[in-house]
Protein backbone atom coordinates (compact mmCIF):
# COMPACT_ATOMS: atom_id res chain seq x y z
CA UNK A 1 0.00 0.00 0.00
CA UNK A 2 0.94 3.35 -0.89
CA UNK A 3 1.95 6.31 1.49
CA UNK A 4 -1.77 8.13 1.50
CA UNK A 5 -1.36 12.19 1.75
CA UNK A 6 -4.78 13.17 1.43
CA UNK A 7 -8.23 11.47 1.99
CA UNK A 8 -11.87 12.03 0.82
CA UNK A 9 -14.99 11.94 3.37
CA UNK A 10 -18.36 11.17 2.26
CA UNK A 11 -21.21 11.29 4.80
CA UNK A 12 -23.69 9.13 4.14
CA UNK A 13 -25.94 10.35 7.08
CA UNK A 14 -26.10 8.98 11.08
CA UNK A 15 -22.69 7.37 11.91
CA UNK A 16 -21.63 6.05 8.40
CA UNK A 17 -18.53 7.86 6.85
CA UNK A 18 -16.49 6.27 3.82
CA UNK A 19 -12.91 7.52 4.29
CA UNK A 20 -11.51 7.47 0.33
CA UNK A 21 -7.22 7.36 0.53
CA UNK A 22 -5.46 8.53 -1.86
CA UNK A 23 -3.55 5.40 -1.76
CA UNK A 24 -6.65 3.49 -3.24
CA UNK A 25 -7.68 2.13 0.35
CA UNK A 26 -10.89 2.93 1.82
CA UNK A 27 -12.63 2.38 4.95
CA UNK A 28 -16.49 2.40 5.75
CA UNK A 29 -17.61 3.14 9.18
CA UNK A 30 -20.94 2.29 11.18
CA UNK A 31 -23.70 1.45 8.03
CA UNK A 32 -26.92 1.97 8.92
CA UNK A 33 -30.64 -0.16 8.41
CA UNK A 34 -33.97 -0.15 9.44
CA UNK A 35 -35.50 -3.14 11.54
CA UNK A 36 -38.49 -4.93 11.75
CA UNK A 37 -39.72 -2.91 14.94
CA UNK A 38 -37.26 -0.09 13.94
CA UNK A 39 -38.32 2.26 11.15
CA UNK A 40 -35.38 5.59 11.42
CA UNK A 41 -34.32 6.32 7.63
CA UNK A 42 -36.32 6.30 4.66
CA UNK A 43 -33.02 6.55 2.34
CA UNK A 44 -31.09 3.18 2.63
CA UNK A 45 -27.77 2.60 2.26
CA UNK A 46 -26.65 1.73 -1.23
CA UNK A 47 -24.10 -0.79 -2.03
CA UNK A 48 -20.34 0.51 -0.77
CA UNK A 49 -17.18 -0.55 -2.26
CA UNK A 50 -14.64 -0.24 0.05
CA UNK A 51 -11.33 -2.07 1.72
CA UNK A 52 -12.11 -2.47 5.08
CA UNK A 53 -15.24 -1.91 7.03
CA UNK A 54 -15.36 -0.98 10.60
CA UNK A 55 -18.35 -1.57 13.20
CA UNK A 56 -18.42 0.08 16.30
CA UNK A 57 -21.14 -1.88 18.14
CA UNK A 58 -23.65 -4.16 17.04
CA UNK A 59 -26.96 -2.26 16.93
CA UNK A 60 -28.74 -2.05 13.61
CA UNK A 61 -28.59 1.87 12.66
CA UNK A 62 -24.76 0.63 12.58
CA UNK A 63 -23.72 -2.75 11.38
CA UNK A 64 -25.62 -2.81 7.86
CA UNK A 65 -22.57 -5.43 6.56
CA UNK A 66 -24.80 -6.58 3.83
CA UNK A 67 -24.33 -3.51 1.70
CA UNK A 68 -20.43 -5.03 1.43
CA UNK A 69 -18.55 -6.65 -1.50
CA UNK A 70 -17.70 -9.54 -1.04
CA UNK A 71 -13.99 -8.71 -0.98
CA UNK A 72 -14.50 -6.00 1.79
CA UNK A 73 -13.21 -7.12 5.29
CA UNK A 74 -14.95 -6.10 8.45
CA UNK A 75 -13.25 -5.00 11.71
CA UNK A 76 -15.62 -5.09 14.76
CA UNK A 77 -13.30 -6.27 17.62
CA UNK A 78 -10.84 -4.10 19.58
CA UNK A 79 -7.21 -4.66 19.02
CA UNK A 80 -4.62 -2.98 16.52
CA UNK A 81 -4.55 -3.02 12.59
CA UNK A 82 -0.84 -1.60 11.09
CA UNK A 83 0.23 -1.54 7.75
CA UNK A 84 3.31 0.67 6.40
CA UNK A 85 1.15 3.31 5.78
CA UNK A 86 -1.72 3.47 8.03
CA UNK A 87 -2.70 1.96 11.85
CA UNK A 88 -6.66 1.60 13.19
CA UNK A 89 -6.67 0.86 17.13
CA UNK A 90 -10.05 0.05 18.30
CA UNK A 91 -10.49 0.30 22.32
CA UNK A 92 -13.32 -0.89 23.45
CA UNK A 93 -15.27 0.15 26.22
CA UNK A 94 -19.04 0.37 26.51
CA UNK A 95 -22.33 2.09 24.90
CA UNK A 96 -23.96 5.28 26.28
CA UNK A 97 -27.49 5.36 27.88
CA UNK A 98 -29.58 2.33 28.67
CA UNK A 99 -28.09 -0.42 26.46
CA UNK A 100 -24.70 0.96 28.40
CA UNK A 101 -26.40 -0.07 31.78
CA UNK A 102 -26.53 -3.57 30.33
CA UNK A 103 -22.58 -3.19 29.37
CA UNK A 104 -23.50 -3.78 26.16
CA UNK A 105 -20.26 -2.92 24.03
CA UNK A 106 -18.70 0.41 21.58
CA UNK A 107 -15.30 -0.11 20.33
CA UNK A 108 -13.57 3.26 19.87
CA UNK A 109 -11.72 3.56 16.55
CA UNK A 110 -8.57 5.73 15.67
CA UNK A 111 -7.49 5.88 12.03
CA UNK A 112 -3.78 7.26 11.41
CA UNK A 113 -3.26 7.58 8.23
CA UNK A 114 -1.59 10.98 5.54
CA UNK A 115 -0.34 12.55 8.60
CA UNK A 116 -3.56 12.80 10.19
CA UNK A 117 -5.95 11.03 12.58
CA UNK A 118 -9.74 9.80 12.85
CA UNK A 119 -11.45 9.00 15.94
CA UNK A 120 -14.81 7.56 15.57
CA UNK A 121 -16.35 7.66 18.84
CA UNK A 122 -19.23 4.91 17.76
CA UNK A 123 -22.16 5.31 20.48
CA UNK A 124 -19.91 5.29 23.32
CA UNK A 125 -20.54 6.68 27.03
CA UNK A 126 -18.61 9.92 28.21
CA UNK A 127 -16.60 8.53 31.00
CA UNK A 128 -14.12 6.36 29.87
CA UNK A 129 -10.39 4.92 30.79
CA UNK A 130 -8.05 7.57 31.47
CA UNK A 131 -5.69 5.31 29.05
CA UNK A 132 -8.37 5.14 26.25
CA UNK A 133 -8.18 8.90 26.70
CA UNK A 134 -4.79 9.30 26.64
CA UNK A 135 -4.49 7.26 23.20
CA UNK A 136 -7.30 9.50 20.98
CA UNK A 137 -6.48 12.85 22.72
CA UNK A 138 -5.89 15.61 19.93
CA UNK A 139 -6.97 14.02 17.09
CA UNK A 140 -7.17 15.82 13.76
CA UNK A 141 -11.09 14.99 13.11
CA UNK A 142 -13.44 13.42 16.16
CA UNK A 143 -16.79 12.42 14.47
CA UNK A 144 -18.86 12.44 17.81
CA UNK A 145 -22.67 12.06 18.35
CA UNK A 146 -25.07 14.71 19.18
CA UNK A 147 -28.51 15.55 18.65
CA UNK A 148 -30.80 17.77 20.58
CA UNK A 149 -32.58 14.90 22.48
CA UNK A 150 -29.54 14.32 24.19
CA UNK A 151 -30.23 10.68 23.22
CA UNK A 152 -26.37 9.19 23.67
CA UNK A 153 -24.67 12.48 25.06
CA UNK A 154 -25.74 15.84 27.49
CA UNK A 155 -24.21 18.73 26.07
CA UNK A 156 -22.29 18.96 29.21
CA UNK A 157 -20.74 15.12 28.37
CA UNK A 158 -19.95 16.75 25.14
CA UNK A 159 -18.15 19.91 26.67
CA UNK A 160 -16.11 17.96 28.29
CA UNK A 161 -15.16 15.77 25.91
CA UNK A 162 -13.99 18.04 23.38
CA UNK A 163 -11.81 19.96 26.24
CA UNK A 164 -10.11 16.67 27.71
CA UNK A 165 -9.64 15.13 24.04
CA UNK A 166 -8.90 18.68 21.95
CA UNK A 167 -9.88 17.86 18.51
CA UNK A 168 -8.87 20.22 15.70
CA UNK A 169 -12.50 19.27 14.05
CA UNK A 170 -15.41 18.16 15.57
CA UNK A 171 -18.06 16.19 13.37
CA UNK A 172 -21.50 15.84 14.85
CA UNK A 173 -22.91 12.98 13.79
CA UNK A 174 -25.99 10.36 15.03
CA UNK A 175 -28.71 13.07 14.66
CA UNK A 176 -32.11 13.40 12.45
CA UNK A 177 -31.51 14.54 9.17
CA UNK A 178 -34.49 15.76 6.80
CA UNK A 179 -32.63 13.76 3.62
CA UNK A 180 -32.02 10.49 5.18
CA UNK A 181 -34.26 10.26 8.45
CA UNK A 182 -37.82 8.80 8.89
CA UNK A 183 -40.38 10.80 10.77
CA UNK A 184 -40.15 7.46 13.07
CA UNK A 185 -36.37 8.48 13.70
CA UNK A 186 -36.80 9.44 17.55
CA UNK A 187 -33.91 12.02 17.54
CA UNK A 188 -33.80 15.88 16.71
CA UNK A 189 -31.39 18.17 14.77
CA UNK A 190 -28.49 19.71 16.55
CA UNK A 191 -29.45 23.51 16.14
CA UNK A 192 -29.86 23.92 19.71
CA UNK A 193 -26.36 22.25 20.14
CA UNK A 194 -24.73 24.05 18.17
CA UNK A 195 -26.18 27.23 18.82
CA UNK A 196 -24.71 26.50 22.70
CA UNK A 197 -21.20 26.18 20.78
CA UNK A 198 -18.73 29.03 20.68
CA UNK A 199 -16.10 27.03 18.52
CA UNK A 200 -16.22 28.59 14.48
CA UNK A 201 -18.75 26.76 12.62
CA UNK A 202 -17.76 25.15 8.68
CA UNK A 203 -21.19 24.15 6.64
CA UNK A 204 -19.87 21.33 4.01
CA UNK A 205 -21.15 19.29 1.26
CA UNK A 206 -21.04 15.56 2.17
CA UNK A 207 -18.03 14.76 -0.50
CA UNK A 208 -14.87 16.87 0.68
CA UNK A 209 -10.85 16.24 0.69
CA UNK A 210 -8.41 17.05 3.19
CA UNK A 211 -5.07 16.74 3.88
CA UNK A 212 -2.72 17.68 7.08
CA UNK A 213 -2.31 20.94 5.82
CA UNK A 214 -6.34 21.99 5.86
CA UNK A 215 -6.62 21.30 9.43
CA UNK A 216 -7.53 24.06 11.49
CA UNK A 217 -4.93 25.41 14.50
CA UNK A 218 -8.23 25.33 17.29
CA UNK A 219 -11.14 23.57 17.53
CA UNK A 220 -13.37 24.01 14.74
CA UNK A 221 -16.88 22.29 14.18
CA UNK A 222 -17.28 21.13 10.71
CA UNK A 223 -21.57 20.58 9.51
CA UNK A 224 -21.85 18.31 6.73
CA UNK A 225 -24.34 18.88 4.40
CA UNK A 226 -26.13 15.11 3.49
Given at each position: ???????????????????????????????????????????????VN???????????????????????????????????????????????????K?N?????????????????????R??????IH???K????????????????????????????????V?P????I?????????????????????????Y???????????????????????
Open positions: MDTPTEVQIHYYGHSCFLLSFDSNFSILIDPYRNQEDRLWFKKLMPECDLCLITHAHFDHDEIHVLEETSSILRVPGTFITNSMEIHGFQDIHAGRSGLFPNTIFKIEAANMSFVHWGDNPNIAGSESIEPDILFLPSDDTRHLLSFDEIEELIRIIRPKVIMHYFDKISHKENSLLGINEWLNSRPEPKKITNDFIINATTIPGETEIWVIDC
